[in-house]
């Protein structure tokens, strides 16, 4: 029997939080195989998916940066894959690539365009290059160093700062010379940004005295908030920023699910305090990727930045209950599904 | 008999709409004379009095970009006063001047550094010290040009329009070549966008269509929001956002006499539309003051800025009434309290 591949595509739009089964369909067809290959193509099977919040975002029809997922279209990510065959000279069987689109399929066919060779430094692990070393770290980095610009002894707070992005925009900030109060939602996570990362206060939101904490934490206010998180760690922030603060507006995990957004009260400090609240997507430093990973490679092998990763196993089959759990909190680091180890040989 | 001055204090905080008989306290008391100048003073009898609505704020306790008036302080503006009496060789008896500070009374003494002589250009008006060459006009024009930086071509939206920075900020907005939306609170404030300032489209906010024709006068979305509203507007131009929009958070006048501010739920859209949304305030320009006025003084004269102004009579009684009517929408164009006119003679 010819080799079967599981994809996961999107079957209905999500309303509030993803219900996995509902959401997604999974269905096995029988995989592509070298002879489906047309010109300048590479047929992959996927190792990592990235799960991010964003991906929330794509799933519904409104306007943004990026079309939303159609129904029926298969779910899209970022993924590290290995060349099972290729008809463009660039990719030979074997390779380890990264490729985007429509990835949530084991076994796929992909337009050269949209694959691109990982490579490492020396030491890195293979997941680096969807982690600290890929998109994640790219976002911290221009987020951190283009729109928050801290400079040596301000304030910076971090929210989500135990995720993926945080824990690199956080320790990017004690490299630049700041005073850094990450913001995570449990004491394991606080006390990793503590300890490992070296982060000068770290806060559990959950803490019923948290606001009073966070206060307490800021007492020259905030230069640079990095938000990943919005709602009301965002309002918080607004209220306890300094003038001129730089609001870096990464990402919202706490509206991404809701069906009734709560707009920060405090948006007024916006004028009193003369805050730059600025939003940036990845794709708009394009131009500047090599030398942001240049950099971070360097900080990596330095033992400057630390990252962590939290893997789901299970296979593609668990990418959507994976996706889901981003939401609850379930990850330190960069979270990733494991399709499929590889360790284990390619077959076709 | 001696001169009586009407010194007009805060008397308790505003909760909510300002009342005025309670908010404030009126009194009569023997004006000071030229004999009570130290050194470096100057007597002042009031003319003009501004009403901005950041005054309302400077009323909460709450921290911001200057302390707040406290109880028992005379009410704090802008002024257009003439000098009574001089102990500073900068001024001379007669002299027309602008002063800041606690300007609520109708003969004050202040310290010489707080006035400055007016200079207006060939054909302006008294006001115009106040209007578009004073702080509104330098609000307008550093807002519009330093943080909307809008292009040619572009889309522009101002709310509050028929206001008095509104008004100066679209009108800058067309001479930089944009294409300008007004938003304003009734048909004859539209028409006088249109007609008279060349607006290529003012819509009534209280109009039951707004939400609708608010969204077919974007067609191209917004690149530059110049927002002196806040609130509904905010939110609506937040969703009707192009991607790298410039949000000019100049003022919340919708925000700030309620108890209970409802944030914008689109928030989000700075993330995905990578939005740049920056407050500011004069001070933060004041060494570029000079530059600002000349410009503007030069379309005043070329005719292509436009400006009406709305006096409050009734002396500095009426002040806290006008200041209420701020508000209510009452105004087009700058809004003055006419606390006595300049043709009337000074009298000690």
Redesign the interface.
Known sequence: MSRQTLTIRLAERPKGDIVPDKVFKQEKTPAPTAADLKDNQVLLETLYLSLDPAQR?WLNDT???VPPVQIGEVMRGGAISRVLASTTPKFSSGDLVQNSGNTWTEVGIFPGEAVRPVSLPVGARLTDAMNVLGGTGLTAYFGMTEIGQPKSGETVVVSGAAGATGSVAAQIAKIMGARVVGICGDDEKARWLREDLGLDVALNYKDPDFRKKFAEATPDYIDVFYDNV?GEQ??MALKRAN?FARFV????IS?YNKT??????????????????????IF?YAERWGEARKQLAQWLSEGKLQRKETIIKGGLAAAPEGLLKLFSGHNIGKMLVEVKNPDDGAKL
Do not use: H, W
């Open positions: 975002g306007r943004s940066y919005g965002l309002d003038k507006m990464c990402g919202q509206n009734e957004i709560v707009g920060p009260k405090n948006i007024g400090a916006v004028v009193t305090m003369r805050i730059r609240m600025q939003g940036f997507i708009d």
